[in-house]
């Protein structure tokens, strides 16, 4: 398993493998301001449309005004109160103008039009892995390289999804602006997961069951082999059709949870699909036979209710949650037919006739031909009812993909008021445009929102990974926080630390009697290396600041740690973030581990983590304080910035010493400042010293009277003069 591959399991837990949803979230609300970007403002109910328009050759239409559009909302005309105009594509600088005699050339001008700040694309690219092929997987993955390394403009952001038989549907990058590591895991993705073998159930089982209702006279000669399907395999294929069924509807169930928690996403979402399509005759049924003939036991099929009110239940949330579909058809990549692979396919069925006695039919028996069991009907009906595009055949991608960058390479975004209700109805959305001959992509509708509490699990999983992932997340400004990550010495439970300050403010904000606690460790790639999970009550300690600690035992190298405190009743939440580096093994005589600076502020409220696979009330919890074992009615965890004027600051560094008898450690500290690099020696006191075997922890006080307001970085040193040995350690600090 490849590195990319194996970091994506640990996501399941943050639910990446997708379960339905019912409740809808808040739309988008923003604040307008001319010739300035748009912005999204929950205090402000100001509602935006991302609206694109393509010409009859499917180029995008960039010269339009806010006159030319036509906006209405369940059926009223409303007034478009706000209006910009956005071209991604840069046009080629004119050349420069010859300068007259006597005269200096022109000064130079940016192009009107060109790209500044304007709102960005959000691309979703989707493998579908159950209704596809080897081959057409692979194409697709060579379209999706392509596609962000050739396509891809400054600012769009992408997200990468796939959809299995075993493992559901996974999110494998959220949208990001951080193209290589979505081409990372491009890369990565396996074929393992490939099932493809729904549509060539439904073809098999339509030409066994042409050759049962296709008259003898047709079939063969008499007393001749019919070709009928033995009775022994009718039930076989009834069972594997229906079969082909239940992976249909846990298809069509998934995305459509998918599409409720991409309301979230504010503005248009592009989704290409890469897929076969679901087989057309497992939703909406096929006429079969010839319907002058009423010895045909099956002369019409209606198809299957529950599935076409599934899949257009599908249709109308993808639509209304602003997602445009461009699905890919992998099927043409499926096989290289031969010469020969049409007459064994009409030759095999014992009936090529088109013409006969009652006049001239579709010969039903060609399957071949037939795309009526295939998904390509299902693909076009995808792009169709959500405003994107089908394209046949995926060998063509790099043409298909230049069209879909014409097609998207300019949009508007039209704004008006709406009322604030929190009554989850739905609103019809239509934008038309004055100028004919014209094709408008656009939002559908929208619903109003509704509480957090109302929300299903899925829209909570993908609040919860935005906080996780995104540094400026979308769906609301976090409460303030502050957090230190310690590389500690290790334990049976943790050789990384993460200590948090939650102030009082946030504390009540999140008072709730129900507030989950999560903990997440990515490496330098990004990817997941450990999460941790508690639920507490912290409405108990209302009015107070809190401290909570976690851990993770983790391999050496970078890490970017993360804190999500979420009220489960409101949605409130506080993300607090730090990095750290975890050294390799020890190997030196001596090793200073991290600094955890210390205030005199006794009494505060603390709560622990517990180690991975250990449940609340079945064991004990993390004990950080093994660690650095301070006195917590005299100290507290200085994480916060220090008030300016601060005179003096406490810490605690454990050190480990190996292969040193009656060894002899001095300590230094100095000050390196961020912004000028300047340093400064800092008086330092040694207090009390606690052994633990080969660690022992010293506590200490440093002197700041000198130092300004601002960053810095604290640097320790600690030497053993008779080896020789030096280690060093260093931690934060800021003055404000």
């Known amino acids: 398993m490849t590195k990319r591959a194996a970091a994506k399991i640990p996501l399941a837990v943050l639910g990446f493998c997708l379960v339905s949803a019912s409740s809808p979230p808040p739309p988008q609300e923003v604040v307008i301001r001319p010739q300035k970007p748009l912005r999204h403002d929950v205090a402000v109910v100001l509602k935006l449309v991302q609206v694109y328009v393509s010409d009859k050759k499917n180029k995008a239409v960039d010269d339009l005004g806010r006159e030319d559009f036509v906006l209405t909302v369940d059926g009223q005309p409303v007034e478009v109160t706000a209006f910009e105009r956005h071209k991604l594509s840069v046009p080629p600088a004119p050349p420069a103008p010859k300068a007259e005699a006597g005269k200096p050339p022109a000064a130079d001008r940016p192009a009107a039009g060109s790209p500044g700040g304007a709102m960005s694309r959000n691309f979703f690219l989707f493998f579908d892995f159950a209704f596809n092929n080897q081959r057409g997987t ?121 599409a409720r928690a991409l309301r979230y996403v504010p503005g248009q979402k592009l989704l290409l699909l890469f897929s076969t399509g679901i087989a057309n005759s497992l939703i909406y049924g096929i006429q079969e036979g010839n319907p002058t003939n009423v010895n045909s036991p099956r002369g019409f099929d209606a198809g299957d209710h529950i599935l076409r009110t599934q899949n257009e239940a599908m249709l109308k949330e993808l639509a209304t949650a602003n997602c445009s579909m461009f699905a890919f058809d992998t099927r043409a990549a499926a096989v290289v037919p031969t010469l020969f692979d049409y007459d064994e396919a009409t030759f095999e069925a014992r009936y090529r006739n088109l013409f006969t006695e009652q006049g001239v039919h579709q010969n039903t028996n060609l399957v071949f031909k037939d795309e009526r069991v295939t998904g390509q009907y299902s693909l076009e009906r995808f792009s169709s009812i959500t405003g994107g595009k089908y394209y046949g055949n995926i060998d063509e991608y790099k043409r298909n993909l230049d069209q879909l960058e014409e097609m998207t390479g300019a949009f508007y975004v039209l704004g008006y008021p709406v009322s604030e209700t929190w009554d989850g109805a739905y609103h019809e959305v239509k934008v038309e445009v004055k100028r004919p001959g014209l094709t408008v992509r656009a939002q559908k509708g929208f619903f109003n929102p509704r509480p957090f509490a109302e929300m299903a699990g899925l829209e909570r999983q993908l609040h919860l990974l935005d906080l996780a992932l995104s540094d400026r997340p979308l769906f609301q400004a976090p409460l303030p926080a502050a957090m230190t990550a310690l590389a500690c010495p290790p334990t049976r439970d943790a050789n990384l630390l993460m200590v948090a300050k939650i102030p009082a403010e946030t504390v009540d904000a999140l008072g709730g009697e129900k507030v989950e606690l999560v903990s997440f460790v990515f490496d330098e790639n990004d990817n997941l290396a450990d999460m941790r999970r508690s639920v507490d009550a912290l409405s108990r300690f209302r009015e107070r600041p809190l401290y909570f600690a976690s851990g993770a035992f983790v391999k050496a190298g970078s890490y970017k740690c993360r804190l999500v405190l979420r009220d489960l009743t409101t949605g409130n939440a506080a993300v607090a973030s730090a990095r750290v580096f975890v050294p390799p093994p020890q190997t030196a005589n001596i090793r200073l581990h991290s600094v955890l600076l210390l205030s005199p502020e006794g009494g505060q409220v603390f709560l622990e983590g517990r180690p991975a696979g250990v449940k609340a009330g079945e064991g004990p919890a993390l004990a950080w304080m093994k660690t650095y074992p301070f006195d917590v009615k005299r100290y507290s965890p200085a994480i916060a910035p220090l008030p300016w004027g601060t005179f003096r600051v406490y810490g605690a560094v454990p050190c480990t010493i190996m292969g040193i008898d009656g060894a002899q450690i001095s300590l230094r500290a100095a000050l390196v400042n961020t912004a000028t690099a300047s340093r400064i020696a800092l008086p330092i006191t040694l207090h009390d010293r606690i052994d633990q075997g080969e660690t022992f922890v010293q506590f200490f006080e440093l002197s700041l009277s000198g130092a300004a307001a601002g960053s810095y970085v604290l640097y320790l040193y600690a030497e053993e003069k008779s080896a020789g040995s030096l280690s060093y350690a260093t931690a934060p600090l800021t003055l404000r």
């Open 138 to 258: 692979r194409k697709s993955k060579d379209a999706a390289l392509h596609f962000l390394v050739t396509e891809v403009k400054p600012g769009d952001k992408v997200g990468l999804a796939s959809y299995s038989l075993t493992r559901g549907l996974s999110i494998h990058e959220f949208l990001t602006a951080d193209i290589p590591k979505v081409r990372e895991a491009v890369e990565t993705l396996g074929l393992k997961g490939i099932a493809g073998r729904a549509e060539d159930i439904e073809q098999e089982y339509w030409r066994l069951q042409t050759e049962v209702e296709t008259p003898l006279e047709l079939r063969g000669s008499e007393g001749g082999d019919t070709g009928a399907i033995p009775a022994s395999k009718t039930p076989f294929f009834n069972w594997r059709r229906q079969e082909s069924k239940s992976q249909a509807q846990n298809f069509l169930l998934k995305l459509t949870a998918f």
